[in-house]
């Protein structure tokens, strides 16, 4: 049935003679049909092993309702996916520092139409949404995704920010209030807090109240409370930056990571990498989106494909017209990049634990460089190799690593029995090249099969404002 609409659909567009509404609707026939593909065999092609760093022969992959039910020649007889050999199947990408938010000339909302299915159509099959400035909206989609009503990513949410990028955040709240915010959205399905511009007692109380539910918590610090504090009061991941004992204090964050010298400096970076690494504290580094910010000539940031296509053609041509982008900090920036990139392959050689995150909201009216959502990734991953971290343990990092870090390690993260059905598909050896990451054409969330292509399509020409009062 997926191969009849397919094929109908490219009757479409090679003669012409239909509407691109028509189109589109046998679109998202190819994906609705897909979607109810619960039980499946994939079969050939490469599995990529992210515990080990390697690749081997598919022996055969059976998933049943959802989840993988055997590894190896299957028992059971079920429609057969059948992948060709330069086909390599990945467990699914999870950034735990996704954005599903645009803003323009000052407005600020949640996207839940292009974005998810960027996402998705990358390979990104769960996201961590760090931080929410419409947490019910996002909930609300997150739900509708569950029910099959919606296409995007597992969506693991946070609720609304806890500190002062939180435009309601009360800075007189009591360790009940806190206790009740958590309660509030523990019951409404949170799966993780992010905190940023928190007090060190609204903290503490957020991580004390956020670990008895089993819950994780992560924040963005220096806005009173350093890495040091933060580690001391338990926190699970950071975001960012290392901080702690490695800057004084004495100016603006950016600028004494800008001026950190790897040699002069050292004792101070060892004491606050070491303290990461006592207290087993991951570190969300998105050295990606400082790389953008910066202008930075990485191959990394270059564009394989075209993904102003997703804007809205008012939106795209106000980009192209403009960069409101603050000048004065681009150099700045620029060596905060090089000099995260030293800290991360010195972090990660002694044992410090790393996940992956993009942190890419849309900010129009703020150019921190023109890249979508969802093709964030391969460049947050190809960075990391950059550092010179090995393309086998970028791997793992944007997977297993990232899942345990969350609290989902025994669900999602590799390829094993037992764990959800979440892949993607790509063309070529991630292993050998880490750009091959970038040729996704099948995800799988869940046991439901989509095609990259035909998620695409669906995302084209709706992200950003449609002229300059409508929005």
């Known amino acids: 049935m997926l191969k009849f609409f397919k094929n109908i659909r490219q009757k479409m567009l090679t003669e012409n003679k239909f509407s691109k509404y028509l189109v589109l609707l046998v679109s998202m026939l190819i994906i609705s049909t897909a979607a109810q593909a619960q039980n499946l065999v994939i079969k050939g092609g490469w599995m990529v092993n992210v515990k080990e760093g390697i690749a081997i022969e598919n022996p055969g992959i059976t998933i049943v309702a959802g989840k993988i039910y055997e590894i190896g020649s299957p028992s059971m007889e079920f429609p057969v996916l059948r992948l060709e050999d330069q086909d390599y199947i990945l467990p699914g990408l999870i950034d735990l520092h996704s954005h599903y938010h645009v803003r323009y000339d000052g407005v600020t909302k949640t996207d839940t139409v292009v974005t998810p299915k960027l996402f998705l159509a990358n390979g990104v099959t769960t996201t961590f949404t760090a931080g929410d400035p419409n947490p019910e909206l996002i909930l609300e989609f997150k739900n509708k995704v569950n029910r099959h009503e919606a296409i995007g990513p597992r969506i693991l949410n946070s609720g609304p920010y806890f500190g002062t990028a939180n435009s309601e955040w009360n800075q007189d709240y009591t360790k009940e209030d806190i206790y009740n915010i958590v309660d509030e959205w523990v019951a409404k399905g949170a799966q993780g807090f992010k905190a940023k511009g928190i007090s060190y007692n609204h903290l503490k109380y957020l991580i004390e109240r956020a670990h008895s539910y089993g819950l994780t918590v992560t924040s963005h610090l220096g806005y009173g409370v350093d890495s040091k504090d933060a580690i001391e009061l338990g926190i699970d991941r950071v975001e960012h930056f290392l901080g702690g004992e490695m800057l004084l204090g004495e100016s603006n964050p950016y600028v004494e990571i800008a001026n950190l010298d790897m040699e002069r400096d ?31 000539d990485d191959e990394a940031f270059e564009y394989w494909t075209d993904e102003y296509k997703y804007l809205t053609p008012f939106t795209a041509d106000s980009i192209k017209r403009t960069d409101t982008l603050q000048q004065n900090i681009q150099p700045t920036i620029a060596m905060v990049y090089e000099n995260k990139k030293l800290l991360l392959k010195k972090y990660f050689d002694k044992g410090g634990r790393v996940t992956l995150g993009t942190d890419r909201p849309f900010y129009l009216d703020l150019n921190l460089g023109n890249y979508m959502n969802g093709f964030f990734v391969h460049r947050e991953m190809e960075v990391m190799t950059e550092a010179g971290i090995s393309n086998a343990d970028v791997l793992k990092i944007a997977t297993l690593n990232s899942a345990e870090a969350i609290g989902w390690g025994d669900r999602i993260g590799s390829i094993e029995v037992s764990k959800l059905a979440d892949f993607m598909v790509i063309k070529g050896n991630p292993l050998d090249d880490i750009q091959n990451t970038r040729t996704v054409h099948t995800v799988i969330k869940g046991g439901i099969v989509f095609d990259s292509e035909e998620v695409l399509k669906q995302a084209e020409g709706k992200l950003g404002p449609v002229s300059e009062t409508e929005w």
């Open 266 to 296: 050292s004792e101070r970076i060892d004491d606050a990498m070491d303290m990461f690494i006592e207290h087993g504290v991951y570190l969300n580094a998105t050295i990606g989106t400082y790389g953008g910010w910066s202008r930075t």
